[in-house]
Nanobody
Framework: QVQLVESGGGLVQPGGSLRLSCAASGIIVRSYAMGWYRQAPGKQREFVAV???????NYVDSVKGRFTISRDNAKNTVYLQMKSLKPEDTAVYYC???????WGRGTQVTVSS
């Protein structure tokens, strides 16, 4: 049974940082494209970042230069380092594997003063 468990969300002031984690079980993260999506209230879920099995990365334009996706094969965990956070980054952040075949339950990120 595949499980993706996100953690690390919370309330942060504008300009602050957070690191999200996605701990995987039932799959080996280095074998799949692992990604992050987010969904803000009243909006559709949108792509944020992806890391492929050969460490290629891609980001939505709005987070380029601020967010970094990475993977720790030994821990079977994927991370999303978020810096210079803005109120518009407020959303539930979801981890996904293998092009959306598997999803976590999400972690809330709120950027507010």
């Amino acid at each position: 049974q595949v499980q993706l468990v996100e953690s690390g969300g919370g309330l942060v002031q504008p300009g602050g940082s957070l690191r999200l984690s996605c701990a995987a079980s039932g799959i080996i993260v280095r074998s799949y494209a692992m990604g992050w999506y987010r969904q803000a209230p009243g909006k559709q879920r949108e792509f944020v970042a992806v890391i492929t099995s050969d460490f290629n990365t891609n980001y939505v334009d709005s987070v380029k230069g601020r967010f970094t996706i990475s993977r720790d094969n030994a821990k079977n965990t994927v991370y999303l380092q978020m810096k210079s956070l803005k109120p518009e980054d407020t959303a539930v952040y979801y981890c996904t594997a293998n092009g959306g075949m598997y999803w976590g339950r999400g972690t809330q990120v709120t950027v507010s003063s």
